[in-house]
């Protein structure tokens, strides 16, 4: 049934003309991972306006769903592996997992997130990391994730190297759409906002949350540090 329903699709919708200004980016936009906000005016608009169309295009062309999420009064759109596996995805360098590093970072982002869950703008700057890494309930994981050693102090080079690693993930988090950086004059300054699709991650990962001790003790004894 569902292949008999699937080749009775119209993708006529494509060939409107407000869809072919904005659909070749959205496409590559879905198809990186990113998760579309109202932030992305045209894109976020496309999807709301062909979301029903959008849903039947890629779960037909590439066995995927197109999800809509929710947090608060923010909507964001993704694509999602469906029940049955990862679709026209499956294989592996058609799609990416988060490294644990990135995993790491996501599990502090979203302490910050909750920590500036008040303020309009989750606005995160390299200061507040550091405050996290030196001084929160989750230090002693941290500090064994970022750095060689458990130490009270660290040296300017020794911080310069975390920051270039996070710098790294950071990167990976805007391709996704969980952050946006601040542009700097200074490339010193390290700043961005973290949006409300990061629950996604919260999703992906619950088991690494919630057992966040475990995950990074499994981590040290498989890295033998």
């Not at 959205?26 to 579309?36: M, T, Y």
């Not at 037909?60 to 964001?76: D, F, K, M, Q, V």
């Not at 995805?89 to 302490?111: A, C, D, F, H, P």
Request: glycine share 4%.
């Amino acid at each position: 049934m569902a292949d008999e329903h699937h080749s009775k699709i119209d993708f006529s919708f494509l060939s409107e003309e407000a869809v072919q200004n904005h659909f070749a980016d959205l496409n590559i936009e879905l198809l990186k991972g990113a998760h579309i906000q109202k932030d992305a005016f045209y894109l976020f608009s496309l999807l709301q306006d062909k979301e029903r169309d959008l849903q039947h295009y890629y779960i037909s062309l590439y066995g995927l769903e197109l999800t809509r999420g929710a947090n608060g009064n923010e909507t964001y759109y993704y694509l999602d592996f469906t029940e049955q596996g990862k679709g026209k995805l499956s294989k592996q360098e058609r799609y990416r997992e988060l490294s644990t590093l990135n995993i790491v970072m996501g599990i502090l982002l979203l302490k910050m997130y909750y920590d500036k869950y008040f303020d309009f703008q989750k606005i995160i700057h390299w200061t507040d990391i550091e405050q996290q890494i030196n001084d929160s309930e989750n230090s002693t994981n941290l500090k064994s994730m970022f750095f060689e050693e458990q130490r009270e102090f660290y040296s300017e080079a020794e911080w310069l190297q975390v920051k270039k690693r996070i710098g790294n993930c950071l990167k990976e988090f805007e391709v996704l759409g969980w952050i946006t950086r601040i542009p700097s004059q200074s490339q010193e300054t390290l700043s961005f906002s973290i949006k409300e699709s990061i629950h996604r991650f919260a999703k992906l990962y619950e088991n690494e949350l919630v057992h966040f001790d475990e995950f990074v003790n499994a981590y040290q004894k498989q890295s033998g540090k």
